[in-house]
């Protein structure tokens, strides 16, 4: 599914670690790997150099995993020449790091991981460094909401995750809390999960089972953004994936957005990933 993946590198250590995922991902796919640095106008000196060095490490780093790599530097406006890249070499995943102003901005409208998102037309994985050190996760949570879009791709993209580090996959549903329920979480065989679950999540971890990946399922009980920091804090998760909102601004002004809020709090490494190839 994925031949050529892009990871956008900057001035920030931030893009570092998100162009090692990217690398990491690469390898297990056998894909061309494309490291892609673009100088907005007014960089700094002390900032091109440091995008510099960064692309430097990240080829030798990807020369020692024995992925094909290709290095593209230039300048402008990093979101347009960004997505004419995709398009000229037919890029099928990108990688991009999010910036203090998507955390800090509300519905991150407007910023730089926010407009590749929406202008990229192949997937897109926004990637939110917490720990600058760990880009070798051993265990990875994967939210999954009751209707689930792409479901195909987010499991191809969970299972070569996990392949890539050798990570433990645990599915996570929250669920609204009942008074029957059990307080606290619910910890479930697959089997025994999936009669409580609803059909796209269940769809969703045939698709893993079919990619000879092993999982743990759980069900939280109470809101979504909250349950999901609460599980990753307290079982000390390495890197959260998320599929990307679809809820539109208006909705998110009235309900919320528990991806925003996630990217907000998460105490862990978080990819959200739009997917952009549909159930082929």
Do not use: W
């Amino acid at each position: 599914m994925y031949r050529k993946i892009l990871a956008a590198v900057n001035e920030h250590l931030n893009s570092e670690v998100s162009a090692r995922y990217a690398m990491h991902l690469a390898k297990d796919c056998s894909a061309k790997f494309y490291l892609c640095f673009i100088a907005e106008k007014g960089l700094s000196p002390a900032g091109f150099e440091g995008a510099e060095k960064a692309m430097k490490r990240l080829f030798l780093k990807a020369e020692d995993l024995d992925v094909c790599t290709e290095s593209i530097t230039g300048t402008g406006d990093p979101v347009k020449e960004i997505s004419r890249i995709a398009r000229q070499e037919d890029i099928d995943l990108v990688f991009a790091s999010t910036r203090r102003e998507d955390v800090e901005k509300r519905f991150y409208a407007g910023t730089v991981a926010r407009s590749l998102s929406l202008s990229l037309r192949c997937s897109v994985a926004l990637v939110r460094v917490v720990h600058m050190g760990r880009v070798h996760p051993k265990n990875i949570l994967v939210p999954l909401k009751a209707r689930i879009g792409s479901d195909k791709e987010r499991a191809y993209f969970i299972a070569r995750m996990a392949r890539s580090f050798g990570s433990r996959v645990i599915v996570f549903h929250a669920v609204k809390p009942v008074r029957k329920f059990f307080e606290g979480e619910i910890h479930l065989t697959p089997a025994e999960l999936e009669k409580k679950l609803p059909a796209d999540v269940s769809g969703f971890m045939e698709h893993l089972r079919r990619l000879d990946i092993e999982y743990e399922g759980k069900l939280f009980p109470g809101e979504t953004a909250r349950s999901i920091t609460i599980e990753a804090f307290a079982k000390r998760h390495d890197l959260i994936i998320m599929g990307a909102s679809e809820r539109s601004l208006l909705s998110s002004l009235l309900k919320g957005n528990p991806v925003e809020d996630v990217l907000r709090e998460t105490p862990c490494d978080l990819i959200i990933l739009k997917p952009g190839h549909e159930n082929k």
